[in-house]
């Protein structure tokens, strides 16, 4: 047998890791295509109960060639669908798509589109599905301030609006972000169609990549990536900020005690109010993957647990709750060439309390 079709044919069954026996991870990317890389990925659960993936791919990071393939696995299955094409703009690099479904059906995804040879030239880009993610909408720009981009899942606040976290990236570097790169909020009136953007939230080395939770009306909390570069340092830390007026206007990012080796986090409230943070447990590592639990509104966090270790990286996680209450995480590994789903009851972290 060819080597395409040994691959092909491994593809076929579903690759499983096992982090314990409450803990199950598969793979769900095929390694031929598209490309030698995947990164990062994003989940939603559509209305008829099947799990959408996207994520974006091609020769590299950075190659024009990259666009955001989208694959399904449908309610009742066990197979990922082979990949295809959500969003490709011709000789330009896609990245970072974020795939999330309304409560008005309307599916959304929104993605960057690099226009020069560093994140910071990039603008984001949207399109919309009204039929649960079979057929999509023509490309609109959604940010056009040089720098915008999006990573992060949006929220329904209480009040009936959307929140989407972006953020603004400087730095012209492509080992750094600079120190005035910042994050905030684009907000979504349903009933207007309008969108409107928050403060920018600031930090003394920069911030990134906000996860937002809404702990009540007036209250939210979200956890942000550190900026900076990737050297070895002892003072990399999660950053933190808060809204106190429904989430209109924003304080100053703080760090906070957990580690942050400059990688995504993300950050969700489950349905029983309960709050969910997945980081690396490292400061200039993306190993271990450790999701952390808080029962109190972030005021502690005393179950955690790796649900990934080892010399390898476990990056940009994303999390969602479905409705038959099971955690799913999706992240890269190997070097950003394959894209794994992990599947949990919250159960599975709360019987470890931190000692």
Known sequence: MKRSAVVIALFLLPILWAAGEDVSIEQITRPDFPGAYRHPASITQLDNGDLLVAYYGGSGEYGTDTAVYGTRLKAGQKRWSDPVVLADTPDRAEGNPVVWQAPDGIVWLFYVNRYGDTWSTSRIKAKISKDGAKTWSDSFMFAFELGSMARSQPIVLNDGDYLLPVYYETGHDTEMTGRDSCSYFFRYNPKEKTWKETNRIHSPTGNIQAQVAQISDKHLICYLRRGGNYEPTTTGYLLRAESFDGGWTWTDAKDTEFPNPN????????????????????????????????????????????IC???????????????????????????????????????????YPVK
Do not use: W
């Open 309 to 351: 270790t080892g010399n390898n990286s476990f990056a940009y996680p994303y999390a969602i709750q479905t409705r038959d209450g099971k955690i799913h995480i999706v992240y890269t590994t190997n070097q950003r060439v394959d894209i794994m789903h992990a599947v949990f009851d919250e159960e599975a972290i709360l019987k």
């Open 263 to 306: 990688s995504a986090v993300d950050f969700i409230k489950l349905k029983n109010g309960h709050l969910l943070l997945v980081y690396n447990d490292n400061m200039n590592d993306r190993t271990p993957l450790r999701v952390a639990i808080s029962t109190d509104n972030a005021e502690t966090f005393p179950c955690q647990r790796n």
